[in-house]
């Protein structure tokens, strides 16, 4: 997360050694701990969230897709079964009047 040396390191902790003093660094150190910890679970929440999020938003865009493939596929298959029901009422009618003469 940090890209701190171990050299860096030691000169933290000396520093913090002397200012806090050896009775206070470890309850700090402690509280740093639990305050870095907290920091990376929130982190990680909201990487999650926003994961999810864009998972989401995909799905949707997704669905919407389908949708409007769906309904095309029904415009195309009434306007099949219109002209289809034209043919056969022209035949039928064609029949008709062929019987009638």
Known sequence: MFDIGFSELMVIAVVALVVLGPER??????????LLGRLQRYVSDVK?????EIQLDELRKLQTQLQESAKK?????REEMVKTESQLRSVAVGRLHGCEG
């Open 73 to 77: 596929a029904e415009e195309t298959v």
């Open 25 to 34: 660094l470890p309850r700090v150190a402690r509280t740093m701990g639990h």
């Open 48 to 52: 999650s969230d926003i994961s999810r």
